[in-house]
């Protein structure tokens, strides 16, 4: 019997865990849906991703008014996937914020990303009509931005750790509070998603910078928060883990199809009963092999052609 496409079966609803992670930073975690958060400034807010519609973030953003009536000015993406940025105009932010490839990404692959997430993550899309196009920054940056959060908050810092989930992934970094929102540079408790990956980088030098900051609260992109030093070391090596295991199997591997069985059974024991495991394996797959055969920069996904993989390697 075929599975199900991707998450398109997946319609039950999420629960949600508003969590206060310091005095006035927030982060909102649903049992491995994408996470959000915010931080407050001392007269501002800045948010951090956007959800997929504006609709999904107006709720999300009521949760947060029930302990800050604060003006939105940054709303901060970690980059370029529909489920992060659609929602962004129910914030009404002065600034949005993403890394010069996430510009780039947009405006090369944007509207393809989002027919083919929509088709994907139906149930994240609640009420699509209301998205009013595509999410443009008005602020972007190649190393680091600095927000000052003024009185005795300290800085925020957003910084480019190098080529991992996307091209163009940062991370949102309290060094006053050792927190970090990792965006899906990281994952705790929850399957990667690689199909626009660099696996190379990822798995080895950007992983290393990530994990250079020493943070000791971690807020991934989807799963539970990493909370002390050893748990964010856990979560780290949780991604590096996948990461590296995708490498070794796919490099042996004859053939695309053998590449994901042999994936599939070294990944799917440990694994296998976290959020979208089943869901992101071929489209990890088939973008490793081409990584691995000499394809630098991911394909564009398509609806078409996420069927037509999926067809391929998962049934």
């Known amino acids: 019997m075929a599975k199900p496409f991707a998450s398109s079966a997946d319609l039950g609803e999420k629960k949600q865990s508003m969590e206060v992670l310091a005095e006035g930073v927030y982060a909102l975690t649903a049992e491995g849906d994408p996470n959000v958060g915010a931080i407050e400034a001392e007269d501002f807010l800045v948010c951090f991703e956007a959800l997929a519609t504006p609709v999904a973030a107006r709720e999300w953003l009521a949760r947060l008014r029930e302990h800050t009536d604060k003006p939105i000015r940054y709303l901060v993406l970690s980059h370029y996937h529909a489920v992060r ?101 990281v994952e705790s408790q929850a399957a990667l998603y690689t199909g626009d990956a660099f696996h190379l980088d990822w798995s080895a030098a950007t992983l290393d910078k990530v994990a250079s900051f020493g943070a000791e609260t971690l807020v991934g992109g989807r799963g539970a928060v990493a909370r002390g030093r050893q748990g964010v070391e856990a979560a780290i090596a949780q991604t590096r883990d996948f990461l590296t295991v995708m490498l070794r199997e796919v490099g042996a591997a004859g053939s695309v199809r053998e590449a994901f069985e042999r994936t599939h059974r070294e990944l799917e024991p440990r694994y296998g009963s976290w959020p979208i495991f089943e869901h992101c394996l071929p489209f990890n797959v088939s973008r490793l092999w081409d990584e691995l055969h000499g394809v630098e920069r991911p394909r564009i996904w398509t609806a078409e052609r996420d069927r037509e993989v999926w067809d391929q390697l998962q049934r």
């Open 85 to 185: 940025v659609l929602g962004a105009s129910a914030f009404g932010a002065d600034v949005i914020v993403t890394h010069d490839k996430t510009r780039e990404l947009i405006a090369e692959r944007g509207e393809q990303d989002w027919a083919s997430e929509y088709a994907r993550m139906p149930r994240l899309f609640k009420e699509p009509g209301s998205i009013p196009g595509l999410t443009w920054p008005t602020a972007t940056f190649s190393d680091t931005f600095t927000i000052d959060l003024g009185g005795d908050r300290g800085d925020l810092v957003l910084a480019y750790c190098g080529r991992g989930h996307t091209e163009g992934d940062l991370v949102a970094w309290l060094p006053k509070r050792r927190i970090m929102f990792a965006g899906d540079l």
